[in-house]
């Protein structure tokens, strides 16, 4: 089996190439080594961005510097492989912001290039998409001048409206993206999924405060930084650690049922953020400092996967808990020596 992995070089496109490198596949890593999710974190950018692609490079994966948005490199990259698995993305909301332009080209045409070459090749494709495809709105209530925001007893699932409440680019490329999925579903029959990630993390994931929440509090926390929490830490996630969703595309690798997919923790899984802080304290031993800044433009404050979907297409669920997950990425910081902490980190 030989498996092209877009964004490979990224925190879950490390974790799907490690995956299939151990089911003994031929692994092709696909990367532009964009920076542009490190800039602002306070890290060592350069150190933490080589970071993956070194320790793909030990594990025996074949790196391509390239671009999803240059279709020939792409299609080129792809010859030969038994499936695409697109993790390349912009997947920021503060960025999309700030650089539309980047985000559109990144999200959709990214994604459009890899299904044009699915389809020419005849392979099957899964896509990394978003709960974001959902919006924002979801229980959000006005009372007294103030948002409250209250747990919904039904998880959210793959027929609930989307793009609801204030939109950023973001939510339009992932969304249009997810859509061109479905496209070449019905009008090309190419076999690819495209599946609603929740909140993603796990080791070699070098979040801030752009990107990658759980991981920028571990962070944080094990180097005494304070943790800026924007809104109340109320909102509610499910996550889901990452070999989890590498499970879940060979998942849709073996079953082959095309479609949209909610892949994320589920019910068992969903915390708030102050339900993260209180896990990071008992493993750390000590409380970090948090503080509270007011919401950011876009931010969706619950969400909580319906994921019987996947566990009756595609055999799937996850079987990481938060607090074994999230023990698993704070021994990782920890053993990384903490290499790519810039020493200006605030």
């Not at 003994?24 to 890290?43: C, P, Q, W």
């Not at 990259?77 to 999309?96: E, N």
């Not at 800026?228 to 082959?256: L, P």
């Amino acid at each position: 089996m030989k498996v092209l992995v877009t964004g490979g070089c990224g925190f879950l496109g490390s974790h799907v190439c490690e995956f299939y490198v151990r089911q003994g596949a031929e692994v092709i890593s696909y990367d532009n080594m964009t920076k542009h999710e490190l800039l602002r974190t306070g890290f060592a950018a350069d150190e933490a961005r080589t970071y993956n692609l070194d320790y793909l490079k030990g594990i025996g994966v074949a790196v391509v510097t390239a671009d999803v948005r240059q279709f020939d490199e792409l299609l080129e990259a792809a010859s030969g492989c038994d499936y695409i698995i697109h993790t390349a993305a912009q997947p920021a909301m503060t960025i999309s912001w700030e650089d539309p332009r980047l985000d559109i080209t990144s999200n959709v045409i990214g994604t459009f290039n890899v299904l044009e070459a699915a389809r020419k090749l005849k392979i099957p494709a899964a896509s990394c998409a978003t709960v974001h495809v959902y919006g924002n709105k979801i229980n959000e209530t006005l009372t007294e001048g103030k948002l409250r925001y209250e747990r919904d007893p039904d998880a959210i699932d793959e027929l609930h409206p989307t793009l609801e409440g204030t939109l950023t680019p973001l939510h339009a490329s992932k969304a249009a993206a997810d859509i061109y999925i479905r496209t070449y579903i019905d009008t090309y029959k190419v076999e690819a999924a495209s599946f609603r990630l929740t909140g993603i993390y796990g080791s070699r994931q070098f979040g801030g405060e752009d990107h990658g929440w759980v991981a920028n509090f571990a962070i944080r926390s094990i180097l005494g930084l304070p943790i800026t929490i924007f809104g109340t830490g109320k909102q509610v996630r499910d996550i889901v650690y990452a070999t989890d969703v590498c499970e879940a595309f060979h998942a849709f690798y073996k079953t082959r049922q095309p479609g949209i997919y909610n892949i994320g923790g589920g019910r068992k899984t969903a915390i708030s953020l102050l339900n993260c802080i209180d896990i990071l304290t008992e493993i750390n031993g000590t409380a970090p400092d948090v503080r509270f800044a007011l919401d950011r433009h876009g931010d969706l404050r619950y969400f909580v996967c319906d994921i019987e979907k996947a566990k009756r297409q595609l055999g799937w669920s996850p079987t990481v808990t938060p607090g074994k997950g999230i023990a698993a990425l704070v021994d990782w910081i920890r053993n990384t020596g903490l290499f790519f902490i810039n020493k200006k980190a605030k």
